[in-house]
């Protein structure tokens, strides 16, 4: 019992049975697309019925003779070998559903071309990083022409989704031409490492999913009140004492960089984030004194809130801190939160109470966490990175340098404050509308599907300053055991919104090719749940 | 950002960001329980503060010289072996928070002991086995006496969960008294195998899963509208046209064989359901004419509808079909289904409209669906097998033998519905408020938990006819990359309160338990999900 029954071509529209929901109308008939299983959605493509062969014995990705890049560029050697084993490493592939006459020629190698003098082969993806790529599909050389390797890489994943097989296992791709650049520069998933400790093994997988869905920024919620796994050189205490545990449960500064260079080789920044000076709690047991202490009444209660802004010492332990961070993360960016700080402990502490007396703050205690937040910007503005920071720093009045990026997450008043942060000329990235972490049933990859970024009141130049946004997966209600299938597919959902064009918003289109796309994530390993009733030609061969 | 701080001893309350949810309230503290680890709780148990040392060498489960059970006992030699495994077959175990005060003596041996006359090892589990068991821990031999197997199986998980390591890695058990039974006889889980395939790794770790928390009914709604998996000797063409992939995604004779013995070992029932006349789509690819032809006006429609009540054939057909699937599963249940018939079919069939006119049901559509369900309640009833049906069959008057099982669903006039099917003097099975494919954000097990199956208005006799429930994970949303993850340990909260007593229903003290009991579960190899913020000292080490 549980489906009164529409038969629906190969889909069967479901009623919820106990009336709490009815999801039949947000079930999209499974429909065939004439972009077979692309994901997300290239900006132009032109596929021909024509098809060629392509055999996995002979066939080559090679570097142009016209190419900048040669075999001493790792990156693209890596993404040949992984390329090569996500088109051909498999049994079979899926049909693609694409038209298809086919022709005796064969597709006998890919040339990649990187056209720009310099192809950035060791060097680190940022927020201005030309992914765009043209890939050209003919015999017997099929072209991928692109100014640099995060181009390159983009369009080998292209040329993956574009080879299937008939049904006698030969493998096909359509003569095609393809055009494509992302719509957005910053395309990010948050993962929480802090409520819940992430295996290495599950990161990686998670940066390997992330690339077949062309995101770019791995936002890296590292701390937080609940635990502190980054291993710190400079204050090793911080992990000894506030991760979950001292070796089990910590990110060695071999793991960190593990991290960095497999995101690098797939065109992922990796924007690490700590958050002050709320949402500390698990500092202050590795580090004495950085936290406030709470009072009740005259007496400290031995509860601790906030990072204490009122001491010499709090201010030099960031600045050392954050010279260690900039120097191990090596993206152009630190996230330094400013999110939610609780006043309660600091209105509590007769100390601060004097501060701000001193300060002449009054009892406003925003002004007192503007005065913490100024000075950690700076001390992180003499690191020479930039800076990424939750919408509350900038609510809040805090003065931050022009290129500070600005994280809109809160939900309520949405429009009005893109309208306001890119009003005052911040560069601002959206999560608000893709917190993956709330979930229920039924198929809510449409909601983040359906969001339009620049839906807001504001001018050409203002929208211009939303370069992207994030799909956030927080970390109460996942680990390793659940977090892979609760993130993907949904999150392929807001990759194709922050990637494909404006215009790109069929929903039984994408229903079609992301039914299938999901099932070329699960064949490459990684447990993507399904989006409805149905099945794929190779299961999953996990738990 | 995610969480406004409250430090809570390990825990910390979580408001949600977006003005969605808030769950604060429903973060129970994690505090100790009395009781370790234990879940589902015992019926009684006293655990005494002395604890002795088990070593992994040399440490025993033995058959007692005045067991009726010896070497010749695969179940419970199967079970020995697994539950040494569990018990000692990890690094470290869970601390279980128990008060201990270390002695030096040794548990050496567990004595498992058979006490009535047929152990039942070569039985299969039915509603009417008898699950207690007694467990006395002490130095140098512990005690494990049962009635039957059934019992010993119970028990053995029990004694696996009182086994702890202390921060040195030696293991302790504390003296401890448990008499143990199941407050209700049936406590299942329905998986759901033809909207999405379920590999066979999947059914049986889920089986283990289903041992852990003492389980003993796996509802296998194992064909649908969608697909037909299971492979009939009699006609094989159900599955060859009607699964998905007439090799991959079928259950072989073999499959199913290996289902029902290695759920047998573990003291669990196989109900098969085959759902008629509704939810049969797929059985119509495989068995032309079945089905009914729908009609718009006087020309078919190509389409087809519920199975056709009104031929010699239908019946024919399936005498047949149920003639083997009774031989095929040894269980003394059949689940029959009877949900959710759609009249629309029906009433657009001008033979069907005939028929009723002929029988005198006017435009009574529920009588024809009676008129079916008699029929193959008949046919079953001949295989000399009980069947269960959904409240539909009893709703709607049909005929059923009086030692019919009605399964409740419907979570409309709940109550109501229980104290009609046991005012008629039915059995009566649980399942409308656990139906776990509905998902929301944050602990829903404490719903699932909270329930209480008896609070309706009924006598004593009439309560007594409600012999248990069932969690269901309908397969719409979840395949083998989900599944696992999305019922543990959801079902684990149905699990204690199917088994436990009324009276346990501390949420903290389950919140405590379960917590250790979600990492057991993790650290044998069960990808069960976190219930909040928090760590195993082994994390699942798939994806």
């Known amino acids: 019992m549980a489906a009164l029954v529409k038969f629906v071509f190969l889909l069967f529209g479901a009623t919820a049975c106990l009336g709490w929901q009815n999801n039949l109308a947000d079930v999209p008939k499974l429909t065939v697309s004439a972009y077979g299983s692309l994901w997300p959605l290239p900006q132009s493509v032109h596929i021909s019925p024509v098809a060629f062969r392509v055999s996995s014995f002979g066939f080559q990705i090679v570097h142009s003779p016209k190419s900048s890049a040669g075999p001493s560029c790792f990156l693209l050697q890596n993404a040949f070998r992984r390329y090569f084993e996500y088109t051909f490493g498999y049994s079979k592939k899926l049909k693609g559903d694409l038209k298809m006459v086919a022709n005796d020629s064969e597709v006998f190698e890919l040339q990649v071309w990187i056209s720009s003098e310099n192809p950035e082969c060791d060097s680190y993806p940022s927020v201005k990083s030309d992914e765009s790529y043209e890939l050209s599909i003919d015999q017997p ?122 995101a690098r080789m797939r065109g992922i920044r990796v924007v690490a984030e700590f958050d002050t000076p709320g949402h500390t709690q698990s500092w202050g047991l590795g580090q004495k004194g950085l936290l406030t202490p709470c009072y009740a009444g005259d007496t400290p209660t031995g509860t601790f809130g906030p990072v204490n802004p009122i001491l010499n010492s709090t201010y030099e332990f960031m600045t050392q801190f954050f010279k260690e961070v ?131 009141e504001g001018t050409e130049a203002q929208k211009k300053l939303v370069v992207g946004g994030e799909a956030c997966l927080w970390g109460e209600y996942v680990d390793a055991t659940n977090l892979t299938p609760r993130l993907w597919p949904r999150a392929s959902a807001v990759a194709e919104r922050l990637w494909s064009d404006k215009d790109v918003k069929d929903i039984g289109d994408a229903y079609s090719r992301l039914t299938q796309h999901r099932c070329r994530m699960v064949q490459r390993g990684i447990p993507a749940e399904p989006l409805y009733v149905g099945h794929c030609e190779h299961e999953y061969k996990g738990l």
């Open 141 to 262: 050389t099929a072209v991928l022409k692109a100014p640099k390797v995060w181009g390159a890489l983009r369009g080998l994943e292209t040329f993956s989704q574009l080879v299937y097989a008939d049904k006698y296992g030969t493998n096909y791709i359509n003569k095609t031409d393809i055009q494509d650049f992302p719509r957005f520069a910053h395309r990010g998933i948050l993962l929480d490492s802090s409520r819940h400790y992430l295996p290495l093994k599950v990161i990686l997988a998670n940066l390997d999913a992330m690339a077949m869905n062309k995101y770019n920024v791995f936002h890296w919620h590292i701390v937080d009140d609940h635990s502190f796994p980054y291993q710190s050189t400079a204050f090793p205490n911080l992990s000894t004492e506030g991760s979950y545990h001292p070796y089990t449960h910590v990110y060695t500064p071999t793991d960190v960089k593990m991290v960095i260079e497999y």
């Open 326 to 456: 900039s120097s191990v993360f090596p993206d152009m960016y630190i996230h330094l939160g400013g999110d939610e700080v609780d006043f309660s402990c600091w209105k509590s502490n007769p100390d601060i109470q004097k501060f701000m007396d001193t300060q002449g703050f009054g009892k406003d205690y925003s002004k007192l966490e503007s005065y913490y937040i100024q000075k950690i910007l700076e001390i992180v503005a003499g690191t020479k990175k930039g800076y990424m920071v939750w919408q509350e720093v900038f609510d809040n009045g805090v003065k931050i340098k022009p290129d500070t990026v600005v994280e809109v997450w809160m939900g309520n008043k949405l429009e009005e404050e893109l309208k306001k942060v890119t009003g005052a000329g911040f560069t601002t990235i959206l999560s608000a509308p893709w917190y993956l972490d709330y979930i229920s049933y039924g198929q809510d990859w449409q909601r983040y599907y359906k969001v339009e970024p620049l839906d807001f």
